[in-house]
């Protein structure tokens, strides 16, 4: 299985009680047209999913991605995730 079907998969069942946002995303939050609630609706919407890019895990356990997803033909919303067990954290985003 890729990675991009991996990481659909998970984002399907995601519940989004289980999705964490750190510091960093509310810090990039500021600077951008973005909000929470559009990164929680975007993550849940697969099919806008277009691109899943491996990145290095710091914790044993842990799975982390960079994903691109489709918000119109002109823009892409990036975010870094981590994966652990049934949860999602946040790292970075960018617009």
Same mark, same amino acid.
């Given at each position: 299985?890729?990675? #991009? $079907?991996?990481?659909?998969?998970? #984002? !399907? !069942? #995601?519940?989004q009680e289980n999705i964490t946002f750190? /510091? /960093?995303?509310?810090?990039?939050? $500021?600077?951008?047209? +973005?909000?929470? !609630?559009?990164?929680? *609706?975007? &993550?849940? $919407?697969?099919?806008? &999913? %277009?691109?899943?890019?491996? $990145? ?6 842990? !799975?982390?991605?960079?994903?691109? +997803? *489709? ?6 919303? =990036?975010? %870094? =995730?981590? %994966?652990?067990?049934k949860d999602l954290y946040h790292y970075?985003?960018?617009?």
């Amino acid at each position: 299985m890729s990675s #991009l $079907q991996r990481v659909k998969k998970f #984002l !399907e !069942e #995601l519940k989004q009680e289980n999705i964490t946002f750190k /510091h /960093h995303f509310f810090e990039r939050v $500021q600077e951008r047209p +973005i909000s929470e !609630e559009m990164a929680r *609706k975007y &993550l849940k $919407q697969t099919d806008r &999913l %277009i691109k899943v890019e491996d $990145q290095p895990a710091r914790k044993e356990g842990e !799975e982390k991605y960079k994903l691109w +997803i *489709k918000l119109s033909n002109k823009y892409s919303f =990036v975010l %870094i =995730v981590a %994966i652990r067990k049934k949860d999602l954290y946040h790292y970075r985003l960018e617009y």
